[in-house]
């Protein structure tokens, strides 16, 4: 009996040795895996070195309507459709890469490349189609005129387009040269054809703006 009772001791023993050795084994893994991971964010630190925040670009954004979809009557629709400005479809001829319509011709243009006029907003166009970019166009020119004159449109080179036709760059820059509020355009380099810089008429002050 006695033996008994000391063959059990003997076996817990040996247990509960075995139990702390796995568990001491699993807490030298656990260290030496964070050791590693320290490592590795020491080099990768070393590697980037100094990093610099990307500025703000004031990117505008085309607000998401989540409301569920009703048909409007066509009075609505019509009202709508008077809040924009629009071109129809016209032939596909090269664009000017730089316009100017206020008089000023390439005293504007200069100055628009050069940044003379704060950037105060921008945005691209990829992926809509012609009438929703004329309609994200309309939105954006007075988004700009609350803040500025300057904006920045990027509506790409075309390269994508069937037959490398660059439908959406010749509509845009026709929806500009048309516009009322748009005084000139201009690439911001030789190198750059899928983008244009825009100046803008002041917009005029009203006695809410003065608030």
């Not at 009996?1 to 030298?28: T, V, Y």
């Not at 100055?111 to 006029?117: G, K, M, P, S, V």
């Given at each position: 009996?006695?033996?008994?009772?000391?063959?059990?001791?003997?076996?817990?023993?040996?247990?509960?040795?075995?139990?702390?050795?796995?568990?001491?084994?699993?807490?030298?893994s656990?260290?030496?895996?964070?050791?590693?991971?320290?490592?590795d964010?020491?080099?990768?630190?070393?590697?980037?070195?100094?990093?610099?925040?990307?500025?703000?670009?004031?990117?505008?954004?085309?607000?998401?309507?989540?409301?569920?979809?009703?048909?409007?009557?066509?009075?609505?629709?019509?009202?709508?459709?008077?809040?924009?400005?629009?071109?129809?479809?016209?032939?596909?001829?090269?664009?000017?890469?730089?316009?100017?319509?206020n008089?000023q011709?390439?005293?504007?243009?200069?100055?628009?490349?050069?940044?003379?006029?704060p950037?105060?907003?921008?945005?691209?166009?990829?992926g809509?189609?012609?009438?929703?970019?004329?309609?994200?166009l309309?939105?954006?020119?007075?988004?700009v005129?609350?803040?500025?004159?300057c904006?920045?449109?990027?509506?790409g080179?075309?390269?994508?387009?069937?037959?490398?036709?660059?439908?959406?760059?010749?509509?845009?820059?026709?929806?500009?040269?048309?516009?009322?509020?748009?005084?000139?355009?201009?690439e911001?380099?030789?190198?750059?054809?899928?983008?244009?810089?825009?100046?803008?008429?002041?917009?005029?002050?009203?006695p809410?703006?003065?608030?």
């Open positions: 009996m006695k033996a008994n009772i000391q063959q059990q001791l003997k076996q817990l023993s040996q247990s509960a040795k075995a139990k702390r050795q796995a568990a001491e084994a699993a807490a030298e656990q260290r030496a895996q964070q050791r590693a991971t320290q490592r964010e020491i080099a990768f630190a070393a590697a980037v070195g100094e990093v610099t925040p990307l500025k703000n670009r004031n990117q505008y954004q085309h607000p998401r309507d989540t409301r569920p979809i009703k048909p409007r009557r066509q009075s609505e629709e019509s009202l709508a459709a008077e809040d924009y400005f629009y071109v129809g479809a016209g032939a596909e001829d090269a664009v000017p890469a730089n316009f100017s319509k008089g011709g390439e005293h504007d243009i200069r100055r628009l490349q050069a940044r003379h006029w950037v105060v907003g921008y945005v691209d166009l990829h809509y189609r012609q009438e929703e970019a004329q309609q994200l309309n939105e954006f020119v007075d988004y005129q609350q803040r500025g004159v904006g920045e449109v990027v509506h080179s075309g390269l994508g387009s069937k037959d490398f036709a660059p439908v959406l760059k010749t509509t845009v820059r026709r929806w500009l040269m048309a516009h009322p509020q748009v005084l000139a355009y201009a911001p380099h030789k190198n750059n054809d899928g983008a244009v810089l825009i100046l803008l008429r002041r917009r005029a002050r009203t809410q703006d003065e608030r």
